[in-house]
């Protein structure tokens, strides 16, 4: 079964310093991957996808994640937190061919003026 | 934004009663999706539909049934309500279902069943 792994529930970071989220994924194949974001009383926001393309993806408000299928992580970065980064983070894995999304538990960002 | 429409978006209800739950779409999109939203569990599927009358069960849908009648109508029904279903309810689409699609969501539902 695909399991996601998001390490830290809270990160808290001061505004301009790098953000760094964690995701790994347990899959013998590699899945497709996402990072979504979700705003207070909102749904879920796409940030960005893996879909066995280029390993280094880029997302909306200045957000990247690398594909690294060694270390099984799908970690999102930012190299400037802005205050209106605040929300909470999900990862999500697809198995390939499967159209169902499994979640980590999330990851909420808080930052420091 | 995706146009999905969930209605109520809160609702307190009382245990043993029914409850349903809409997700509305204007996309067209084949697949739908409903999801459960519960602190340190991220977001669990419940059910999904493939088509108009054709749903699949997810991990969580012990309590639940869906129904869809209608592309754009995705409904959820709680047959006698529990305090363990008291979640944030989403609705989520996605055109084809392949899973290099990403779903797109709804605002939310936040039921209370006391």
């Known amino acids: 079964a695909q399991s996601v792994t998001q390490l830290g529930s809270h990160v808290s970071v001061s505004e301009g310093a790098l953000v760094l989220l964690r995701c790994n994924y347990s899959?013998?194949?590699?899945?497709?991957l996402f990072w979504y974001v979700q705003y207070p009383n909102q749904g879920l926001q796409l940030l960005l996808k893996y879909t066995s393309a280029a390993t280094l993806v880029k997302g909306i408000n200045g957000f990247e994640a690398e594909f690294k299928k060694s270390e099984t992580s799908f970690h999102l970065t930012k190299p400037s937190a802005h205050m209106s980064d605040a929300a909470e983070y999900f990862c999500a894995v697809s198995p390939t061919g499967a159209n169902n999304l499994f979640f980590g538990t999330g990851t909420r960002l808080t930052v420091i003026p | 934004d995706a146009g999905i429409t969930q209605s109520p978006r809160h609702k307190v209800t009382e245990t043993g009663t029914p409850v349903t739950l809409r997700c509305h779409q204007t996309e067209n999109h084949r697949y739908m999706y409903w999801y459960r939203q519960d602190p340190g569990h991220g977001l669990r599927l419940i059910h999904y539909?493939?088509?108009?009358?054709?749903?699949d069960k997810g991990e969580v849908s012990d309590g639940y049934s869906v129904s869809r009648s209608k592309t754009e109508d995705f409904l959820l029904t709680l047959e006698s309500a529990t305090s363990s279903q008291t979640s944030v309810y989403f609705c989520?689409?996605?055109?084809?279902?392949?899973?290099?699609?990403?779903?797109?969501f709804g605002d939310g539902t936040r039921l209370s069943i006391l």
């Open positions: 899959s013998s194949v590699p899945p497709y």
């Open positions: 989520a689409i996605s055109d084809t279902g392949q899973g290099n699609q990403p779903q797109h």
């Open positions: 539909s493939y088509g108009v009358k054709d749903t």
